[in-house]
């Protein structure tokens, strides 16, 4: 199984948006430039934005609508933003929920792996992992139906995501974090699971199709 471990450097496909590309009219309103990388699965794009530091602390912007439209060629519209706390050794996931999400680490240090658990996608079963945090302040663009999960590294971990569904309560298809199918570096060995996730199923149980000999 493919796995491609990115902690610092973001690898992939890299598109630029600065201030210079932008006509002489609206250069004034782009202060902080974006990069925006392809990872190594189709779909998932990695978006870094500067920040602004100084002695009284800093200034960023987290998101700007117009250049993550323009990086994915169509438009997004997020309609539900949610925030989770999790303390040191939590593991959440794997999830493939049926929205577009863009992840946000704004405090603490996360170990996060996405699975691209769609059978009719070029990239399926292979697995990208990150570091995100206070340290890489890059966020994830995860097409719907990919697998996400992530493990905390710090004492505590805030993990903010905008999804482009109202979340409704129905099921949410998972993958077992453990999976040997997917075999995910993870950081640690015993994380804390939630009831749900230690029941979720591996990846030949769901499409056992794909893994027929």
């Keep these: 199984m493919d796995t491609i471990v990115r902690p610092e450097a973001l690898g992939g496909h890299l598109t630029r948006i600065s201030a210079l590309d932008s006509p002489p009219n609206q250069r004034q309103l782009r202060h902080l ?5 392809h990872g190594a699965l189709s779909g998932l794009l990695i978006i870094e934005q500067l920040t602004n530091d100084d002695e009284r602390g800093f200034f960023r912007e987290t998101v700007r609508m117009d250049e993550l439209e323009a990086a994915l060629g169509k438009p997004v519209h997020f309609v539900q933003e949610n925030h989770s706390r999790s303390l040191k ?4 996931g794997l999830h493939a929920e049926n929205w577009e999400k863009l992840v ?13 658990i769609r059978p009719e996608s070029p990239t399926f079963k292979r697995v990208e992992v990150f570091h995100l945090g206070e ?9 719907r139906g990919m697998a996400h999960g992530f493990c905390v590294l710090s004492d505590q971990a805030d993990y903010v995501y905008q999804v482009t569904e ?3 309560g129905a099921p949410t298809p998972s993958v077992a974090w453990d999976d040997p199918n997917l075999a995910i570096p993870w950081p640690i060995k015993n994380p804390s699971l939630s009831d749900h996730d230690r029941r979720n199923p591996t990846l030949s149980e769901l499409f056992p199709n794909q893994f027929t000999s």
């Design 89 to 92: 050794g939590v593991l959440r």
């Design 166 to 168: 109202y979340y409704d």
């Design 135 to 143: 340290t890489n302040r890059s966020k994830l663009f995860i097409p």
């Design 104 to 116: 946000y680490v704004p405090h603490g240090s996360v170990f996060t792996a996405i699975a691209d």
């Design 33 to 37: 430039p974006v990069t925006v990388r």
